[in-house]
């Protein structure tokens, strides 16, 4: 005969009940689904779509800086090109002047070496005839030409020093002329300019920039006007519009200053310089002409010494006629017509070099005032390039001005997004605080039942024992028997503890 024996340990049955409760209402809450909140992404911010719109408006806006630019630079690369245009007439009048005075030196020079051979020949022949009369006459004579000669040598004193004072007369008449013509090739003065410019200039442009800021503010009320309709008065597109509005009017007002100031200075330029040649030609007319009036008292000084000497001579003749035989008259004419050919030579040579001198002086002259005109196609040629400097300069400044509008608006429209995405930033944070509310909210039931089941673990442990002990052997029919009710208290006690 066999003995079992059996003991079971339970809890306390209160604590067996509360643990039970326990497993209830987990099972109950495991059975419920859980609302999760969905993630959500803040938005753009006001001003990061602001940051946007400034973005695509400002894109773009450097090409009215490039195509000013452009018409900037055009306008200089018109007036380099037409620097050579405009300077080419001076220099090809300077080039003509000169070839003029080039081909009048061999002629001057030319013409004055036959008057002096044309004066040598007549001074050999009235030479050569007084030698042979002198000799014809030297026999008879000797005397009465000694006398006559005397006579005639007295009148002739009488004249040297009016042909002297002729000849000093045509020298200064020669150099007053030099020193007038030279007076004449001087360069022109930039600084006369200053002369001829309008006093009413500034007036003008004045009045025509206060014109531009009049227009330049009606049509910043008509923009304020129109954002007010649109209710977007005082808005940042407004001040953009705004900021635009006042640079197009700072530039048509420097715009308008500049042509309205270059256009008086050509004016003034032009008419000073107008004024200057006409000064100068009507100083090289006087110079010419006190020259002229000049060689015209010399001339008329030396015929009237020559018609003193040629009445000395005819008297002395006359004289010789009355008292002396006609062999003594023929050597004193003789004699009279070699020394009054010597006379008309030596002239003759004088006055061939003086007009071979006065001829020269002047293709010198023509030279000079070339040279002159060619200087002032160069000055010419010099402005030209540099206002077409200037204007090229500007170019470049008006294009990188429009690089800088270009660069601060993308700064602005960077520090817009800036500030908008730390704004996205703050609403993506509540956002997030919101959901992980929502997911507290949603577990705190699991946490409580999670707070009370390590409560329950930490229970002090209260057990009852129950010990049953069998001595009669059992049958297999009987084992078989017992582990069905076995088997029955267990599921009986997980079904009343909830289990299934």
Same mark, same amino acid.
């Given at each position: 005969?066999?003995?079992?024996?059996?003991?079971?340990?339970?809890?306390?049955?209160?604590?067996?009940?509360?643990?039970?409760?326990?497993?209830?209402?987990?099972?109950?809450?495991?059975?419920?689904?859980?609302?999760?909140?969905?993630?959500?992404?803040?938005?753009?911010?006001?001003?990061?779509?602001?940051?946007?719109?400034?973005?695509?408006?400002?894109?773009?806006?450097?090409?009215?800086?490039?195509?000013?630019?452009?018409?900037?630079?055009?306008?200089?690369?018109?007036?380099?090109?037409?620097?050579?245009?405009?300077?080419?007439?001076?220099?090809?009048?300077?080039?003509?002047?000169?070839?003029?005075?080039?081909?009048?030196?061999?002629?001057?020079?030319?013409?004055?070496?036959? &008057?002096?051979?044309?004066?040598?020949?007549?001074?050999?022949?009235?030479?050569?005839?007084?030698?042979?009369?002198?000799?014809?006459?030297?026999?008879? &004579?000797?005397?009465?030409?000694?006398?006559?000669?005397?006579?005639?040598?007295?009148?002739?004193?009488?004249?040297?020093?009016?042909?002297?004072?002729?000849?000093?007369?045509?020298?200064?008449?020669?150099?007053?002329?030099?020193?007038?013509?030279?007076?004449?090739?001087?360069?022109?003065?930039?600084?006369?300019?200053?002369?001829?410019?309008?006093?009413?200039?500034?007036?003008?442009?004045?009045?025509?920039?206060?014109?531009?800021?009049?227009?330049?503010?009606?049509?910043?009320?008509?923009?304020?006007?129109?954002?007010?309709?649109?209710?977007?008065?005082?808005?940042?597109?407004?001040?953009?519009?705004?900021?635009?509005?006042?640079?197009?009017?700072?530039?048509?007002?420097?715009?308008?200053?500049?042509?309205?100031?270059?256009?008086?200075?050509?004016?003034?330029?032009?008419?000073?310089?107008?004024?200057?040649?006409?000064?100068?030609?009507?100083?090289?007319?006087?110079?010419?002409?006190?020259?002229?009036?000049?060689?015209?008292?010399?001339?008329?000084?030396?015929?009237?010494?020559?018609?003193?000497?040629?009445?000395?001579?005819?008297?002395?003749?006359?004289?010789?006629?009355?008292?002396?035989?006609?062999?003594?008259?023929?050597?004193?004419?003789?004699?009279?017509?070699?020394?009054?050919?010597?006379?008309?030579?030596?002239?003759?040579?004088?006055?061939?070099?003086?007009?071979?001198?006065?001829?020269?002086?002047?293709?010198?002259?023509?030279?000079?005032?070339?040279?002159?005109?060619?200087?002032?196609?160069?000055?010419?040629?010099?402005?030209?390039?540099?206002?077409?400097?200037?204007?090229?300069?500007?170019?470049?400044?008006?294009?990188?001005?429009?690089?800088?509008?270009?660069?601060?608006?993308?700064?602005?429209?960077?520090?817009?997004?800036?500030?908008?995405?730390?704004?996205?930033?703050?609403?993506?944070?509540?956002?997030?605080?919101?959901?992980?509310?929502?997911?507290?909210?949603?577990?705190?039931?699991?946490?409580?039942?999670?707070?009370?089941?390590?409560?329950?673990?930490?229970?002090?442990?209260?057990?009852?024992?129950?010990?049953?002990?069998?001595?009669?052997?059992?049958?297999?029919?009987?084992?078989?028997?017992?582990?069905?009710?076995?088997?029955?208290?267990?599921?009986?006690?997980?079904?009343?503890?909830?289990?299934?």
């Amino acid at each position: 005969m066999a003995e079992v024996t059996e003991q079971i340990v339970r809890e306390a049955p209160d604590i067996e009940a509360y643990k039970l409760g326990l497993l209830q209402s987990a099972k109950a809450l495991a059975d419920q689904p859980v609302s999760i909140p969905a993630q959500q992404i803040a938005g753009l911010s006001p001003l990061q779509q602001m940051a946007f719109g400034s973005a695509e408006t400002g894109v773009g806006a450097y090409l009215p800086y490039l195509q000013e630019a452009g018409y900037t630079l055009g306008d200089a690369q018109t007036a380099l090109g037409g620097v050579m245009s405009g300077a080419t007439p001076y220099q090809q009048q300077a080039l003509a002047g000169l070839q003029q005075a080039q081909a009048g030196i061999q002629p001057q020079v030319a013409a004055s070496q036959l &008057g002096v051979q044309n004066a040598l020949g007549l001074g050999q022949g009235y030479t050569s005839g007084a030698i042979g009369g002198l000799g014809q006459a030297a026999t008879s &004579g000797a005397q009465v030409a000694e006398q006559a000669r005397a006579g005639a040598l007295g009148l002739g004193a009488q004249a040297l020093p009016q042909f002297g004072q002729a000849t000093q007369t045509g020298i200064g008449a020669y150099q007053a002329a030099l020193q007038g013509l030279g007076g004449t090739t001087g360069q022109f003065d930039p600084s006369q300019i200053a002369t001829y410019q309008s006093p009413y200039e500034d007036l003008a442009v004045q009045q025509a920039l206060s014109d531009i800021a009049r227009q330049g503010q009606i049509q910043q009320q008509a923009l304020g006007a129109q954002a007010a309709a649109q209710g977007a008065f005082g808005g940042s597109r407004q001040a953009i519009a705004e900021q635009e509005l006042a640079r197009n009017v700072l530039e048509q007002q420097g715009r308008t200053a500049a042509q309205m100031r270059a256009a008086g200075f050509e004016s003034a330029a032009q008419r000073a310089q107008t004024a200057f040649e006409q000064q100068q030609a009507r100083a090289q007319q006087a110079a010419v002409q006190g020259g002229q009036f000049g060689l015209s008292t010399a001339q008329l000084q030396a015929a009237n010494a020559q018609a003193l000497a040629q009445t000395g001579l005819s008297l002395e003749q006359l004289a010789a006629q009355t008292g002396l035989s006609s062999a003594q008259l023929a050597g004193q004419l003789s004699g009279q017509a070699g020394q009054l050919g010597q006379g008309q030579a030596q002239l003759g040579i004088t006055g061939a070099l003086e007009a071979g001198k006065l001829g020269l002086s002047g293709q010198q002259l023509g030279g000079q005032l070339a040279e002159g005109i060619g200087g002032l196609g160069t000055q010419y040629g010099q402005l030209g390039l540099q206002q077409g400097e200037a204007l090229g300069t500007l170019g470049l400044r008006q294009a990188s001005l429009g690089q800088q509008a270009q660069q601060l608006g993308q700064q602005q429209a960077g520090f817009l997004f800036d500030i908008g995405q730390k704004q996205q930033q703050q609403q993506q944070a509540e956002l997030e605080a919101q959901r992980q509310t929502a997911l507290q909210q949603a577990y705190e039931p699991y946490q409580r039942v999670g707070f009370l089941s390590d409560i329950y673990k930490g229970a002090p442990t209260t057990q009852q024992s129950i010990t049953a002990g069998t001595t009669p052997t059992t049958s297999a029919a009987e084992k078989f028997l017992g582990l069905g009710i076995a088997g029955l208290s267990a599921a009986a006690g997980a079904s009343k503890a909830g289990l299934f």
